[in-house]
């Protein structure tokens, strides 16, 4: 049974939309974190399809590390590449900042250098880190504080120093988020003392071991873009902490995925906010963790059906090399079946450094490797600031093994 938001209950009749607000909060399977959202004490409800969407979650993750077992350790790592590239792209472009895939490779390609002034530095540096399983502190408002000037305040300074924070942790000035329009749709808590108050009880529920960790992750969410505890970033600052618990609740390849569903779903992303932040729906969440636990539903749907393709290409093409008797020599095969891999699992191919490590190649040994490659018209390279990528053109491999094929049979 779909659940029906108490907004558009009570605006159709408000003795029906008040008494199912009262049985609602009153269920057994309602939850009640210590905040209040437009005057009402927040709650939501565990619905059968929220139950539902939970177990598909957990039983597809438990998939996707199947797959992780089945491939090779460097795919996974250049398919999470890939993932965080178009994360970080979509989770600026949700807010309306421009960047390029080129713009966080070459961010990417230079974090070696450690240099913070680079734009979209510390947002990159924190995505990958998602990668690495690294602990984040969340326990306190300067905690979160920490975090958003890691992933955003040399940005700010440099672009919109105005929008820098001013309080004694958030801002100490009032903000609105307009609409395209510009009509006010909602209007962040002030003044400070009530932002550091409702983060901390945000913070609170957030380590509340008695609810299950997806809501927990869902209910923060929706509670950092209602606070709206800073003048400029909010929503990519609650995108990329949501990414990090996923990581660490899932299988951290779905951390990369969140920004990109949202986008897909766009609208009904905004729209639960909305219904959510009205008075009139008297502080019920439900509408809010229901849509983003189908997105984190989503995102795992899409992580699994990426990685099952890419599983049965990569194990069809490792057939197909087999099969071509010119690269059974010199480990052209090995090559062969590393560009391969690139192809389907990275964003920029495979770089010089790791074909010397996996093959054992001097440079003047792979130089002649790549060079059959190149001359059968196979071969794909491009450079990212100083460093060259490889690649193959999958589509003339087909041919070149469908050749060989046709030519044993006849």
């Not at 059968?48 to 790592?77: G, H, N, T």
């Not at 997105?295 to 099969?323: D, F, T, W």
């Not at 059974?328 to 690139?342: H, I, M, P, W």
């Not at 589509?395 to 070149?400: A, C, K, N």
């Amino acid at each position: 049974m779909r659940y029906i938001p108490l907004i558009k209950i009570y605006h159709e009749n408000h003795e029906d939309g008040r008494a199912i607000y009262e049985r609602r909060f009153s269920d057994l399977c309602t939850f009640h974190p210590d905040i209040e959202i437009g005057g009402h004490s927040a709650f939501f409800c565990l619905t059968p399809e929220l139950a539902s969407s939970l177990i598909k979650i957990y039983k597809m993750d438990k998939e996707v590390q199947k797959l992780r077992d089945r491939l090779p350790d460097a795919a996974i790592d250049q398919f999470a590449m890939r993932c965080l590239i178009d994360e970080i792209v979509l989770t600026n472009n949700i807010e309306g900042v421009s960047s390029t895939r080129r713009d966080i490779e070459n961010v990417l390609n230079d974090l070696g250098k450690k240099d913070p002034r680079k734009r979209f530095y510390g947002l990159v540096q924190k995505y990958q880190a998602l990668q690495k399983n690294e602990t984040l502190s969340l326990e306190t408002c300067a905690d979160i504080r920490s975090v958003y000037d890691d992933l955003f305040l040399s940005e700010i300074q440099e672009n919109d120093p105005k929008n820098v924070p001013d309080g004694e942790i958030f801002r100490k000035g009032p903000v609105f988020v307009m609409s395209p329009a510009g009509r006010e749709i909602h209007r962040g808590l002030f003044p400070e003392e009530k932002i550091l108050f409702h983060m901390g009880k945000a913070l609170e529920f957030l380590r509340d071991v008695n609810c299950e960790t997806l809501i927990r992750i869902s209910v923060f969410h929706y509670l950092l873009g209602y606070i709206h505890p800073f003048y400029d970033g909010n929503g990519r600052l609650s995108r990329f902490i949501s990414s990090y618990l996923l990581s660490h609740e899932l299988d951290p390849l779905v951390g990369y995925r969140i920004s990109y569903t949202i986008k897909q779903n766009i609208r009904d992303y905004y729209d639960a906010f909305k219904i959510c932040n009205d008075p009139r729906n008297f502080g019920d969440l439900t509408p809010f963790v229901s849509m983003f636990i189908s997105i984190i539903r989503q995102s795992m749907e899409q992580l699994l059906k990426a990685l099952r393709k890419r599983h049965v290409r990569l194990n069809e093409y490792a057939k197909k090399i087999r099969g071509i008797p010119c690269l059974q020599s010199g480990k052209l095969d090995q090559l062969c079946f590393l560009l391969v891999q690139a192809q389907l699992f990275s964003e920029r191919g495979i770089p010089t450094k790791d074909l010397l490590s996996e093959l054992g190649f001097s440079r003047a040994t792979l130089s002649a490797r790549l060079r059959v490659f190149r001359e059968k018209e196979l071969l794909l390279s491009r450079k990212v600031g100083r460093e060259w990528f490889y690649g193959i053109r999958l589509e003339e491999l087909d041919t070149l093994a469908a050749l060989l094929e046709s030519q044993i049979d006849g």
